[in-house]
């Protein structure tokens, strides 16, 4: 299946350099061509108008890093799924693990936002993935299994849903799991989606944590990995399209 390549941005870049950065990668898919992947960035929310402008009619999708479960309403600071949509997104990150941990989202919640994302018309990127200390304690598996059934709503699908397995302890750190333990959750998630839907074979399952122009075919190669979700080596429209351009296809 067509790979896709996401680029978390997280809380980095000014107008400027989100602007550059767009534009950067728009005139290497005009240059370059088809790199054999699909292209979505995901800057922050306040991004999202600007980056949009320049990604528009061009292959790269836009994407959002959260949103609310609610439509509207009295929420500050918050941004609903509907907003996304209107601002040009297709995509939405949620229960990503700095979320998780920064912002207190359990599993529940995260259903609700991929829910709501659904509800208007957004693909939701579900995130999940082990601790460090769930890894050396042989917990890794029950983690994602426990995380897989609690975090996706009803009626997922192949067009409204992505899973991205990324391991905590590999989230911009510069270490990546052995491409067998990647293979192994990979293949675990796939078959743990059966219980969700008839379209499990068609989920795109991306792999995330310091994913690189160095590391990336090697990953991309394995099975049941669709993708990669990008968070540093997302920020420079070079390493970014090398990644792109390392899908196996
Ligand atoms: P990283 O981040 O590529 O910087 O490790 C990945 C992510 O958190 O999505």
């Given at each position: ?13 000014l ?5 550059a ?5 728009v ?7 088809d ?10 929310a ?20 959260d ?12 941004i ?15 229960g ?19 829910a ?16 460090l ?15 897989i ?15 991205a397995y990324e ?15 990647i293979?192994?959750v ?13 379209d ?8 995330g ?16 990995v ?6 540093g ?15 196996a296809?």
């Amino acid at each position: 299946m067509r790979a896709l390549i996401a680029g978390n941005w997280k809380m980095n870049t000014l107008r400027r350099d989100a602007e550059a950065l767009a534009l950067a990668l728009v005139d290497l898919c005009r240059n370059e061509g088809d790199p054999g992947a699909d292209l979505l960035v995901c800057p922050p929310a306040i991004m999202l108008q600007a980056v949009g402008a320049i990604t528009q009619g061009t292959p790269v999708a836009l994407g959002a890093q959260d949103c609310h479960t609610a439509e509207s309403g009295a929420h500050t600071g918050d941004i609903s799924a509907a907003m996304l949509a209107d601002s040009g997104c297709s995509h939405v990150i949620v229960g990503h693990s700095e979320r998780r941990a920064n912002h207190g989202e359990n599993n529940a919640m995260v259903k609700n936002k991929a829910a709501a994302a659904h509800g208007k018309g957004l693909t939701s990127i579900i995130c999940v993935g082990e601790t460090l200390d769930q890894r050396d304690g042989g917990e890794t598996l029950a983690v994602i299994t426990d995380q897989i059934a609690g975090s996706l709503p009803q009626q997922v699908t192949a067009a409204n849903s992505v899973i991205a397995y990324e391991p905590v302890w590999a989230i911009g750190t510069g270490r990546t799991p052995t491409i067998q333990q990647i293979a192994e959750v990979h293949d675990h998630i796939r078959s743990l989606l059966t219980k969700h839907t008839a379209d499990s074979a068609a989920i795109r399952l991306l792999y995330g944590g310091s994913v690189n122009p160095g590391n990336a075919e090697e990953i991309l190669a394995i099975e049941n990995v669709n993708g990669g979700l990008v968070g540093g080596a997302s920020l420079k429209a070079e390493d970014f399209w090398a990644i792109c351009g390392s899908s196996a296809q």
